[in-house]
């Protein structure tokens, strides 16, 4: 396994984003990872487990990887009041990546991966000017519509109240994690524009999203998800979604609950995402070839 990740925060426009940074010699690709909703990059490094760790499993596959704490988490926390437009939102995740990268050598591009609330973050980056210059994306634990036991917990949650449930929602079933990684990697809170976010998001912005991607996706749902709607006729629609992009692969992954990249089974799902950066690598090749 490649060295810890480093802590990194870099000035963009005046406000410090921060992250994480692990880097590959001669990479492949640079993946640039979004963590989701009251969370933050450790998501993806995962707290005690170097093993389980996107970031690390990346670098020691060849693979530079930026995890980036989303626009209005981490260092940026205090500047949320300045990120209630979207586009700034995504102006300033592409530049916090280009500032961690500075001049290093980015291989075959930039590839996205997000989870949860940070597939939004991660669609709107991929249908901006910059978008079509993409690899690709990896999704996982969204959808375009939510259980109905699940929405019914949610509903209830505020900023400042947790709802019973939300735990058996997001950690369970708990043999699929290791017991010292729940709640290991929360954030101090949520910005405001998250409520916002989620708000709109099944409803309207995935799918108004979705249907202006034109570089290949993968979705991955997980075996045990509970939140979204994963059944074959929901995946389907999602697939569907997709109208513009070139190729769209529905994974399943086994062993998973919601958090997948916190799961035993972390590693082998992201190996499958490296072997999927590796496909969106060889086709950018043959179609520039051809």
């Given at each position: 396994m490649s060295q810890a990740p480093t802590r990194r925060v870099v000035p963009v426009d005046g406000i410090p984003m921060s992250g994480l940074f692990a880097e590959a010699p001669d990479p492949r690709a640079v993946i640039v990872a979004f963590h989701g909703g009251a969370s933050s990059a450790a998501y993806f490094d995962c707290p005690g487990h170097p093993e389980l760790s996107l970031l690390r499993g990346a670098a020691a596959a060849g693979f530079s990887t930026v995890a980036l704490d989303r626009p209005g988490y981490g260092a940026s926390a205090p500047y949320s009041d300045q990120m209630w437009e979207p586009?700034?939102?995504?102006?300033?995740?592409?530049?916090?990546?280009?500032?961690?990268?500075?001049?290093?050598?980015?291989?075959?591009?930039?590839?996205?991966?997000?989870?949860?609330?940070?597939?939004?973050?991660?669609?709107?980056?991929?249908?901006?000017?910059r978008g079509g210059d993409l690899l690709g994306l990896e999704l996982a634990g969204t959808g375009l519509r939510q259980y109905p036991a699940a929405a019914a917990i949610l509903k209830q949650a505020t900023p400042t109240y947790r709802p019973a449930g939300i735990r058996e929602l997001i950690w369970a079933p708990e043999e699929l994690y290791p017991a010292d990684v729940v709640n290991a990697v929360g954030s101090a809170g949520a910005p405001p524009q998250e409520a916002q976010v989620s708000a709109n998001w099944a409803g309207r912005d995935f799918p108004a999203l979705a249907g202006q991607v034109t570089v290949p996706v993968r979705f991955t749902a997980a075996e045990h998800e509970r939140v979204w709607d994963s059944t074959p006729e929901a995946l389907a629609d999602i697939a569907a979604a997709f109208a513009k992009a070139p190729s769209v692969?529905?994974?399943?992954?086994?062993?998973?609950?919601?958090?997948?990249?916190?799961?035993?089974?972390?590693?082998?799902?992201?190996?499958?995402?490296?072997?999927?950066?590796?496909?969106?690598i060889t086709t950018d090749v043959d179609q520039e070839a051809g």
């Open positions: 586009e700034r939102r995504v102006e300033l995740a592409y530049a916090a990546a280009d500032a961690m990268l500075g001049k290093r050598d980015r291989g075959a591009g930039l590839f996205i991966m997000a989870h949860s609330n940070g597939c939004e973050l991660a669609l709107r980056m991929a249908v901006a000017e692969d529905i994974h399943h992954q086994k062993g998973s609950g919601h958090n997948l990249s916190l799961g035993i089974a972390a590693a082998q799902y992201h190996s499958s995402v490296l072997s999927f950066v590796d496909q969106c």
